[in-house]
């Protein structure tokens, strides 16, 4: 059933090479790759680096990206994690001991082993065919001459220019100027930045002529040389203020960086409408969208209207119980068994999908695993006192776009992050989404002119829980790239977003409206966004609303009134305020398609 209509933007045609990413001259730049003769794993390597530039209120290079990747010669398909894990020091016993019932979302004490910069390296040696200054140029360039201010980033130092002032000097060095904001027609300049990466290649290069050499010799230099000194030597010596009104120092160390690399796995897979959906494994949140699939399958998704108040409500209840198992259940699998088969076995799908009715439902209602899982205190997330302004002030959380738009939603997190697609002319495929290590997070390490990032807010001091804190356990990120493959293993398309717990809600919709239903990338883009905050937040404080959605308001009256009535408490959300999609597919004639959400007027889709 095809049920396209009007679209913002005209779906990219290619044969070339297409890209689309949550910022203009990220895609610009992963082309400028493409055209100089690269792959598509050269151009995403090239547009993330130009994204921590970019956008470095959702980005940077200490914090994290899960890659996905198809290589078409080999015909494989695979997960990059550049997901760092806990430093040898993050022990439990450590926070308990501060008095602290959670690990903060702001400081140093949050940083987990900066993970983004080796798993971009990692994939660009194995897989990319450019020289490492090539890739890198774009984003050294922008660093040193500057890059626009999109009205995100100026709200976002608006917002904690005086936090930055009194707290966090560093931060204010860069990105103020003389202690306040900088003009909105300015550009904004990381010279530390530029300096960080220009001597890693200077390095590299001096090391050998080799290609491969000297990624590996820029992995060395990060891990060994002087990057992880530097980051060692500011958390041993330094103490910032974080939310927890207190200065604390950082525990990272130079041997937990000189340990620690990115790595190959296998994605967790569904086949789904004659597709294969691959995701990271459970320690993202990406195996979420799978149980989502196939719980909105089973209840018959697919003769519902995708306009109706009936599959907006559907949606709502499949994602309640699907992210209820993602905190019961997922976590670092090579800490914690994780039931990953019965989560996706069609008996428990038909069984959860039984407790779907008509009607809201706000309890807690995970599945029951027996021998797995964790008993979450839903009753405390429910009741938590949060300070709003507070945690705005200091920039908790995964950035959020409350304020950037006069119709967008308050709260803690409402999108933002980045995310990468890129698909070349031999159907090589990367789909990524980089965050953390952004400006709110952390102190810039001053010699580096980047700070640390705050995953491990992820995690929970609770040794029973599957994402309980240890040394050298990954946290459970939200981060959550999307790569689907034909039943034949060749790839389909890849998709992503940015926005924390919403990553996997609003790929879910798209990917219904898409493979269900027949529209076009951009028209499932453009379809009405919604979301629920009904289960505990990823970000501290964790806090949960039951029952509480919110939707855009041009889904129309009568829509949202429906939805009110069958017990929802919805929010109604600007009309262009929920979701930030970008996708990129191959179409049965062998050429090249891509969208992205305007939403927000900065992520594009390019393409020839």
Partial sequence: ????????????????????????????????????????????????????????????????????????????????????????????????????????????????????????MLMLRDYGSLPLNTVLAPAIDYAQTGIPLIPKLQNSIRRLADWFNEAWPENAAIYLVDGRPPDPDSLLRNPALAQMYLRIVKEAEASCEDRVGQIDAARA?????????????????????????????????????????????????????????????????????????????????????????????????????????????????????IPMDQLLASDYVRDRAKLISGHADVSWRPGDIPGFGYAVDYEAACNMEIDQAALNAAGIGEPTSTNQNPDAVAGLVNGDTCHVNVIDRWG??????????????????????????????????????????????????????TLVLNADGSPYMACGTPGGDKQDQWQLAFLIRHLIFGQSLQSAIDAPGFSTTHWPNSFFPRQAEPGHISIERRVGAEVITELRARGHIVTEAGPWSEGWICASGIKPNASLTAAASPRGSQAYAVGR
């Fill in 221 to 337: 230099v990060w891990s060994s040389g002087f990057v992880a000194e530097a980051i060692d030597r500011f958390c041993r010596t330094e103490s910032f203020l974080d939310i927890t009104g207190q200065k604390n120092g950082g525990l990272l160390t130079k041997q937990d960086l000189a340990d620690w690399r990115a790595h190959y796995e296998d994605p967790c897979q569904l086949t789904y409408q004659g597709k294969t959906i691959c995701k990271t494994g459970p320690w993202g949140q990406g195996p979420v969208l799978l149980q989502g699939l196939a719980l909105a399958e089973a209840v018959g998704i697919a003769d519902v209207q995708p306009d109706s108040a009936e599959f907006y409500h559907l949606l709502i209840e499949v994602m309640k119980l699907t992210y209820a198992d993602r905190e019961t259940y997922f976590g670092e699998p090579n800490f914690t068994n």
């Fill in 1 to 120: 059933m095809k049920t396209d209509s009007f679209t913002t933007r005209p779906d990219i045609q290619g044969s070339f090479g297409v890209a689309s990413s949550t910022h203009w001259l990220a895609s610009q730049t992963a082309m400028r790759m493409l055209e100089l003769g690269g792959n598509a794993f050269d151009a995403a390597v090239a547009a993330g680096f130009v994204l921590q530039i970019a956008e470095p209120h959702l980005n940077g290079p200490m914090g994290e990206v899960p890659i996905i990747i198809h290589h078409a010669q080999s015909k494989q398909t695979r997960v990059v994690c550049g997901q760092g894990t806990a430093p040898k020091a993050a022990t439990r016993d450590l926070f308990l001991d501060r008095s602290l019932k959670q690990i903060p979302g702001t400081g140093l004490l949050a940083a987990a082993i900066p993970g983004a910069f080796d798993a971009w």
């Fill in 428 to 481: 090589n495929v990367v789909s990524a989404t980089p965050s953390g290590g952004w400006m709110e997070s952390s102190p810039v390490i001053p010699e580096l002119g980047v700070c640390l990032g705050t995953r491990l807010q992820m995690m929970s001091l609770d040794s029973k829980d599957p994402n309980g804190l240890a040394p050298g356990k990954r946290p459970r990120t939200t981060l959550t790239p």
